[in-house]
């Protein structure tokens, strides 16, 4: 006859086979799932952070209309499908223009841009590199692509490669919001979803974990984002004002560089100095003054709407978005300010923790082996 050991160690045997059966199935199914929905992750990542950043309006739009989601989240949807979809379609049409106006320049060997004037003689030697530069380009434009033949051909690789990422990235967009609208309206029960699997999986923090995603995201909305076409509305104002040539292929780079939170000064600088050269005093002036508007403005918004109500630092949202945005791309924007403050948070509370094991507020005296009650 066997012995009770051996039954038992055959039983843990047998159990413990059965369950790595189970968690292999889990496995393959969740997997199988995975590959089935994975063409929509990036959309449905989409419809969340928009869904999540606009519920504040629709909230107010529901209680308005006494509870109609359906009717708040059509007009969410439909404002927001206007706000995308008319200025992209002013600004293609500048940026064909612009492209339009640089390809005849190149096939009749016309001036892209005109010469320099007799005030720039007076510039500092340091601008010389500059004027030599100006000079060739309004001389001979095929001269000059000729001599920087490498420097345009990757510019122009770049450009093409960003123009082509922003018409997807505008598909992607429309997509998603339409599912951020159906989202909205039953954003009730989805967040009381995310709450419990959130609490299941974290605990009693999990209600604090999905209220900080939600201010994370918005945040990450307000200052980054909303910095960024701030930004780009004002410059893009001055551009079509002044009537700086190509007016909405630069308001596109300015765009892509807000967002990569290099600044729109690489394009705005440049543009000044051209004004001066080629419009008269006043225009340029003024073109001027509302461009250092324009520059300062990154530094004056961005710590109001990345900081305002933030639970978490400034700097950890800021990190988060800009290392997320190098890992990830654009969704690592929202992704990594989210992953980073969720990190933060649950270190913080561990070494709360660590510091008061019972949880309260009062601090627990430390207690010694000597004073315990033998």
């Not at 379609?89 to 096939?107: E, H, K, P």
């Not at 560089?257 to 419009?279: H, R």
Request: aromatic share 10%.
């Amino acid at each position: 006859m066997d012995s009770p050991e051996s039954t038992n160690d055959q039983s843990y045997l047998n159990r413990a086979v059965e369950i790595s059966i189970r968690l292999g199935l889990l496995a393959a199914l969740l997997g199988w799932c995975f590959l089935i929905l994975s063409p929509f992750f990036s959309l449905l990542l989409w419809g969340i952070i928009i869904a999540v950043a606009v519920y504040p309006l629709f909230s107010w739009l529901k209680t308005r209309f006494r509870g109609r989601g359906k009717l708040a989240s059509f007009i969410v949807t439909f404002t927001l499908l206007s706000i995308l979809l008319i200025p992209s379609w002013m600004l293609t049409d500048s940026l064909f223009q612009g492209i339009n106006y640089l390809r005849d320049a190149y096939a009749n060997n016309g001036q892209l841009i005109p010469p320099p004037d007799e005030s720039v003689k007076a510039w500092p030697p340091i601008t010389k590199p500059i004027v030599e530069l100006w000079t060739l380009a309004s001389s001979s434009l095929q001269s000059f692509i000729v001599q920087y033949r490498e420097q345009v051909t990757e510019a122009g690789r770049w450009l093409f490669s960003a123009a082509a990422g922003i018409g997807l990235g505008m598909l992607q967009f429309v997509l998603s919001i339409i599912i951020a609208g159906v989202l909205l309206v039953y954003s009730e029960s989805g967040g009381k979803a995310a709450e419990r699997i959130l609490v299941r999986l974290s605990g009693a923090r999990g209600m604090e974990l999905a209220h900080l995603s939600e201010v994370t995201i918005r945040q990450v909305v307000k200052g980054i984002l909303g910095v960024a076409i701030i930004q780009t509305v004002l410059a893009s104002i001055g551009f079509f004002v002044a009537g700086v040539p190509a007016a909405g292929l630069w308001a596109v780079i300015c765009l892509i560089l807000a967002i990569v939170q290099i600044g729109v000064g690489p394009v705005v600088i440049p543009l000044v100095i051209y004004m001066f050269s080629a419009s008269d005093t006043l225009t340029a002036s003024l073109f001027m003054v509302w461009s250092t508007f324009v520059l300062i403005s990154d530094n004056i918004l961005k710590p109001i709407l990345l900081g305002r109500g933030a639970p978490v630092p400034m700097l950890v949202i800021f990190l988060g978005s800009i290392g997320g945005f190098v890992a990830s791309g654009f969704i690592g924007l929202f992704l990594g300010a989210v992953i980073l403050s969720l990190t933060y948070k649950l270190a913080e509370g561990w070494l709360s923790s660590e510091k008061n094991p019972t949880g309260n507020d009062e601090q627990v005296p430390d207690q010694n082996i000597s004073a315990a009650p033998k």
